[in-house]
């Protein structure tokens, strides 16, 4: 008797083992955290698998906070901003971007180099070509813009264990402005510079592999594409603020 009871015991101490393992083992593999945030980055400027032909993108929400100067007070405006980037050779690769208010829109376009200066540490140079083109028909407007730029810029990026930090330097050369209103069209061919911007961005973990993203960026210019129909009266160049929520796709 006393045998098969603790034969009962034994074989209910096992079963309750055996489940317990099968828990834990569950529960730490449920645990692992497989995010890495190299595949999850967009913004760093890391230089990815040598053949290239990887694509990766990302959308987001930029808020501009436009000068009072240009509209008799402080207005905070949402644009909608994706961005795509496909990978080359040799730390190569081609990104373009939309941003829109529908009324504005602007469209880069162009090339990246992307280098590891050493561990964790990156560099990127890149230079795109830009269309700007906005339309406004409402408030008693009738008035279109297009317009041509070239954007280069530097970007410089630290990855640590689980997010990356991201700063950026661009200059805004306008080659070419035209803005029509009831079919009279104004040109600006001689080229300027309209200003320059510095930002930074914040990359951490969201869910699974996904990661967002927060982005700050500071404008110095003359004119910023969500308030255009302002710019034929800015002589000078204005600080704009932006704000920036995105997600990595």
Not at 7 to 15: A, D, E, Q, Y
Not at 47 to 72: A, L, N
Not at 99 to 128: C, D, M, T
């Amino acid at each position: 008797m006393n045998t098969f009871f603790n034969l009962r015991i034994s074989r209910t101490v096992l079963v309750f083992s055996l489940l317990a393992a099968c828990l834990t083992g569950f529960a730490q593999k449920k645990q692992m955290d497989t995010f890495n945030i190299y595949h999850a980055s967009f913004n760093l400027p890391q230089p990815h698998p040598p053949r290239g032909g990887h694509y990766s993108s990302s959308i987001s929400v930029i808020y501009v906070v436009t000068p009072r100067d240009w509209t008799d007070d402080i207005i905070t405006a949402p644009m909608f901003f994706y961005q795509a980037k496909y990978t080359l050779p040799k730390g190569f690769n081609m990104q373009a971007s939309l941003a829109s208010l529908f009324i504005s829109n602007r469209i880069n376009l162009g090339p990246f180099w992307n280098k590891e200066l050493n561990n964790h540490n990156y560099v990127g140079l890149g230079w795109q070509v830009v269309f700007d083109y906005g339309i406004l028909n409402q408030f008693g407007f009738a008035t279109t813009l297009t317009g041509w730029e070239q954007q280069p810029q530097i970007i410089i990026g630290h990855a640590f264990a689980k997010t990356a930090l991201t700063v950026k330097g661009n200059l805004y050369w306008t080659n070419a402005l035209y803005f029509s209103e009831d079919k009279n069209v104004i040109p600006f061919t001689n080229s300027f510079i309209n200003g320059y911007s510095f930002s930074a961005s914040f990359e951490q973990k969201l869910f699974k592999n996904r990661a967002m993203s927060l982005g700050f960026q500071l404008d110095y210019l003359r004119y910023h594409i969500i308030a255009w129909p302002a710019f034929p009266v800015n002589q000078k160049r204005y600080w704009v603020p932006e704000f920036t929520v995105g997600l990595n796709l």
